[in-house]
């Protein structure tokens, strides 16, 4: 593997990324109230505690079966806001353009960016249009940014972890990555699993109503599951237990994925949350998460077991215990 | 011209890409509080106004005189928070990589935009990287967000223009552009044309003195001093005449634009900023910007003749008048 040039998996959002991050960029950018290993930056202005953040979408196609790049954009940064338990407000919108790319799929992204902003209640407020000269870019990419508010003083973040938590995940995981291959690899319809992609700031508005015992929201995107755990694991520094068994996957998705053998673990997912909730308080986040349209397939799928490593174990389904690593290498580049 | 498809003009920042924003992305996407024609929206959270603002980085090539896409895209967003009159404090940064851009120049350009905002007194606080595959983008691209603090209720944009104001130019004009466009020919080093790529949120900061004498700010990028005066005039409904003489414009892009048989007054610009000013403080001002680093070509232009119509006139060095208009079709493509 030649060291010196960047590789398709530095975007995977798994290992190498992390390495790309750790090793060439962090250096270079951290500075004072870096956002380091979490969705957003927290800052404080004034009187206000905002959470900023910002994501390029450069996804391939660019329509899928239920969404298409636009309101991946606009889900992608309202839910990265919200995983700081922030409340998004304002989302900038930049689009980066191939020369020939045509104007009526440009407005069909737009339109749905719009919807997509609307039904999340956040704002488009500032813009910005290049163009590239055609086979310089691959007809559109995508950046939002975006600002949210804090408006609690509770401390949400990946480092936050404790021995007890129990591990809720909003519903099933694995749809987003599947729709996208399925419409890239020709596969179309015939498989039924459309984009999970939606905001989930309402639902993580309910979920602040537990107070200090919510510890952990996070959106287990590139990578999935398995390297959003890892990181949370890492940061946190605590070992995590899975049940294989409790983790819901859409029967299309498990079709999909054993045909050609993916692990819905590391696939990714664009409109689901990972919570670590204090034992106690457990199944009333479950409920409250199964109340709401976002989480209606929610489960609680593991627990914290103890302190230190980062380690993560999963009871497999035959009883068996394996070890689950981050993504290495990439498994379906340009999933977002 | 095909009317469906997406031209390369369309990124000038000239007439074609006012008519795709007015015609296709802001039917879809303005809201309360969108920027619309300015640099940067202004928002209201808590106690506080906000400037947010994005850009999107595509300049080819990615290594010019005096900068890279790196420091640009730095000082690009600080000047955008600035022309709002705000004082620029967090910046996001967003990569979309080419698979095998090398990792050392990559390392470059994070140096670069490092320096640049400890030069600008800003924090890059937050991040994404993606990559793409090979063919897919050409090696590197930048998005850069940026927020702002208004810290006086003083209303600087585009539409301030009155009749009677002074209008000056912080510096000498199409540094940035003629500089580009030599790496890019190959013409390299020979011209002694650097970038003028810098912060300009000190000069501004100065400015801010005038208090309500100072009407517009705006750095003129994409499109040049033509393209900019002419959006604040159709903005501010007033009418301006430019003395050609009084331009400033340093002798290497003289020579180069009459070459090629470019106009300065529409070759980009990424440090100097256009100020317009009430006309007994317009001597103050320009002494204010003769003082500041940024500031020390600075000149009185032109002025705002009459109210209504948009129009721009210019008395050339030959003792006749023409008309200013928009930049028309692409005359550097990917300039920033």
Redesign the interface.
Known sequence: MN?????????SGGKL?HQ??DE??LP??S?????GQND??L?Q????K?A???????V?PIFFPGGNIGDLAVNGTVNDLSMMGARP??I?????????????E??EI??S??RA?DAAGV???????????K????RI?I?T?G?G?LEHGLQIDGGQGRVGDQILVSGTIGDHGIAVLCAREGLGMQTGVTTDSAPLNGLVQELLGLGDALHVLRDPTRGGVATTLKEIALQSEIAITLREEALPVNEGVTGVCSILGLDPLYVANEGKLLAFVAPDRAQEALKIMRAHPMGCDAAIIGEVTSSGGGRIQMETVVGGMRGVEMLSGEQL??IC
Do not use: C, W
């Not at 500075?31 to 956002?35: N, Q």
């Not at 900023?52 to 450069?58: E, G, H, I, K, Q």
């Not at 704002?123 to 000269?133: A, R, Y």
């Open positions: 060291q010196d040039i960047i590789l398709l998996g530095h975007g990324s790309l991050l060439v960029i270079h950018l500075s004072t109230g870096a956002a957003a930056a800052l202005i004034g009187g206000s905002l900023f953040s910002t994501d390029s979408y450069v391939d407000l304002f900038s919108v930049a689009f980066i353009l191939e020369e020939g790319f045509s104007k009526k440009f407005a737009l339109a960016m719009r902003a704002s488009l407020v500032t813009g910005d249009t290049k163009v590239v000269p086979g310089k870019a691959d990419f950046n940014s600002i508010v580049p340009r």
